[in-house]
């Protein structure tokens, strides 16, 4: 599967704002899909995920509570909606997916990134004052 992502722009804070990752080449039915970003000078950090069988979700806890994470019926598009935006949510977003692994039952497979196996291009979030 490839990855491409999308959505990003400049927002308000206090705005909304969706990203979108759309698979090619298979749907993620097969696979947990998570989103990272990475801000200037900072390391890649843990946003959210959803599981390959589309009943679990986890996020980050920088922005538990003000974002979702979903999957479209067509399981060809997981989506994150932003909502309350901060200029500290300013980063480079990007998903990244891996195959179905059904043993990996605890959180730290959704929120680490050394397990993703396939990466996409960022798409930028900026979050004015």
């Known amino acids: 599967v490839q990855l491409q992502a999308s959505g990003g722009g400049l927002v308000q804070a206090g705005g909304s704002l969706r990203v979108s990752c759309t698979a090619s080449?298979?749907?993620?039915?097969?696979?947990?899909v998570g989103w990272f970003r990475q801000a200037p000078g900072k390391e890649r950090e843990f946003v959210a995920a959803?599981?390959?069988?589309?009943?679990?979700?986890v996020y980050g806890d920088s922005v538990k509570g003000r974002c979702t994470i979903s999957r479209d019926n067509a399981e060809t598009t997981v989506s994150v909606q932003m909502n309350r935006l901060k200029p500290e949510d300013t980063a480079i977003y990007y998903c990244?997916?891996?195959?179905?692994?059904?043993?990996?039952?605890?959180?730290?497979?959704?929120?680490?990134?050394?397990?993703?196996?396939?990466w996409g291009q960022g798409t930028l979030v900026t979050v004015s004052s």
């Open positions: 080449g298979s749907t993620f039915s097969s696979y947990t």
């Open positions: 990244a997916a891996y195959f179905k692994q059904p043993y990996y039952t605890g959180t730290q497979y959704y929120t680490d990134q050394k397990w993703y196996e396939i």
């Open positions: 959803i599981k390959w069988t589309g009943g679990v979700t």
